[in-house]
């Protein structure tokens, strides 16, 4: 089994819809957890840190289920620039014990 | 404050050639890590630094050696370049290395190099 698992998707969805992807990990002793974003041949950007009572961040929510080992991120009322792959990330141990799931492509389309 | 930095943006090498890919920081972070990012296989840790004067393999250190050159740089170098190093590099920076709290654990990364090895 992988680190960190993501579905590659694409999932391409309309203007507007609500959007949800899931990120399964398979250290029990992760720390830390991440989603980052990156467009197309660009570097990643962090878009939000996961805590452990579940945060938001305007359209944006993350939530964290350490008994089953997932992260979630919700994009709602999502935009064409939304578009981009999102990375999820987890930390299990010193600074340089980080995981990179391999992303999942999000299209909005018009 | 131009953030994370790498030269060449691009680069094409011949098998066996070497090259030095630099990277350098004007955030004073602590620690500093170099990655390769392959179709399908996500971001991989090649070196980090934790601290000037300090280095360590990651995941994927072989072929390639780093210097930690003073806080702001470090720079990763091919020695002998392999088809199998095609890849796009990179160099990423974090504030405090170790730090629990979840915000120090940031990593800010640099704009990639697109390195082809023929």
């Known amino acids: 089994r992988k680190e960190v698992e993501q579905d590659p998707g694409p999932f391409n969805v309309p203007e507007g819809a609500t959007v949800a992807f899931n990120c399964t990990y398979s250290n029990s002793a992760s720390q830390s957890f991440f989603w980052y974003r990156q467009d197309c041949r660009k570097e990643p950007k962090l878009l939000m840190s996961v805590y452990s009572s579940g945060n938001e961040d305007g359209r944006f929510t993350a939530q964290l289920n350490r008994a089953s080992q997932y992260i979630s991120l919700l994009i709602r009322d999502s935009k064409l620039s939304d578009s981009a792959t999102y990375l999820c990330v987890v930390r299990h141990g010193g600074y340089q014990k980080v995981t990179f799931g391999t992303g999942t492509k999000l299209q909005v389309i018009p | ?118």
């Open chain 2, 1 to 118: 404050n131009a953030g994370v930095t790498q030269t060449p943006k691009f680069q094409v090498l011949k098998t066996g050639q070497s090259m030095t890919l630099q990277c350098a920081q004007d955030m004073n972070h602590n620690s500093m890590y170099w990655y390769r990012q392959d179709p399908g296989m996500g971001l991989r840790l090649i070196y980090y630094s934790a601290s000037e004067g300090t280095t360590d393999k990651g995941e994927v250190p072989n072929g390639y050696n780093v210097s930690r050159l003073n806080k702001r740089e470090f720079s990763l170098r091919l020695e002998s370049a392999a088809p199998s190093q095609t890849s796009v590099y990179f160099c990423a920076s974090s504030e405090v290395a170790g730090s629990s709290a979840a915000k120090y654990n940031e990593q800010f990364f640099g704009p990639g190099t697109r390195l082809t090895v023929l």
